[in-house]
């Protein structure tokens, strides 16, 4: 199911994970290294590159640790290889396919997230009757608790649409119009989905949501599916994604580069105010 599992204000928390075992482990040997290496908080927190909330967070098992953060950690603090070993097992999540969870950590913690699509629509902006069908339409057919866990992770993962977030994440998204065209799932599921769709570009002032015409002769995004995430600390990671696999992008000349198509492509697509009245009369013509 693409889009790796295929927003009502929460707890003070809500945009950080749930503590759990697994995290606070982590946290604890993160913690331990530290220590050995006789360094405070604040001076790690300078020689990994973030921020000191986000190295007490990590500590304190509230917050996932970036791949890079990982990465900075096992070289700077000698773990021989812990810290990596111990962040593997901190993605198990139900209804996320396994190469899509390294991405929906970073997702969760993102400050602005720009996404491109030619496929589906985006998973944060999907009903669970969208969902459904196109779960249904690509083979072998998930059983029933596979399908439930799919949308209920989904469905779960557009609370990050949430401007009670603090700070609200900024959404870009740029969806291809044969996309909708498609009318994945028949009129009814389409109906809701425009539906829908109007109501979070309408009420949500932090989601710009942009169509790509049927015909466009220039087109940025031939190269496929993108998506660019910025974390609270500034720094950028990119994800691209086909048949069974995905792939999270951290070099930055390839970031650049998506950067660059990222941002043409949102100059090529209808402009907010036109893409929200070409789905409006979509809608009216189903």
């Not at 990994?48 to 967070?57: D, N």
């Not at 899509?100 to 950590?105: G, S, V």
């Not at 009757?129 to 992770?153: K, T």
């Not at 070409?278 to 189903?286: E, F, I, V």
């Amino acid at each position: 199911m693409t889009d790796g599992t295929g927003g009502a204000c929460g707890s003070p928390g809500s945009g950080e994970p749930e503590v759990s075992d697994s995290l606070k482990t982590f946290g604890e040997v993160l913690k331990a290294f530290r220590k050995r290496a006789g360094l405070t908080q604040e001076q790690f927190a300078e020689r990994v590159g973030y921020s000191l909330q986000t190295v007490a967070k990590i500590e304190q098992g509230r917050r996932f640790p970036q791949v890079d953060f990982v990465e900075r950690a096992e070289e700077i603090l000698d773990a021989f290889g812990t810290l990596r070993g111990a962040a593997r097992h901190l993605s198990r999540q139900p209804g996320l396919a396994s190469w899509f969870r390294q991405w929906a950590r970073l997702e969760a913690e993102a400050v602005s997230l720009y996404t491109y699509e030619c496929r589906v629509v985006p998973g944060l902006l999907q009903t669970e009757a969208y969902a459904r069908a196109v779960s249904f339409s690509v083979p072998p057919l998930p059983d029933e608790q596979e399908l439930n866990e799919r949308i209920a992770a989904r469905i779960a993962r557009q609370e990050l649409l949430a401007t009670c977030r603090k700070p609200p994440t900024a959404f870009s998204f740029i969806v291809e119009q044969a996309v909708l065209e498609r009318h994945t799932g028949g009129e009814d599921v389409t109906r809701e989905l425009f539906d829908h769709l109007v109501e979070v570009v309408e009420r949500h002032w932090n989601v710009e949501f942009q169509l790509m015409p049927l015909r466009q002769s220039v087109h940025a995004g031939l190269d496929g599916p993108l998506r660019l995430a910025e974390t609270a600390d500034n720094h950028w990671y990119g994800y691209s994604e086909g048949q069974e696999n995905g792939r999270l992008i951290t070099d930055p000349k390839e970031i650049s580069r998506l950067h660059q198509r990222c941002a043409k492509m949102r100059s090529q697509a209808l402009t907010p105010e036109d893409s929200l009245g070409l789905l409006k009369r979509m809608r009216g013509a189903l």
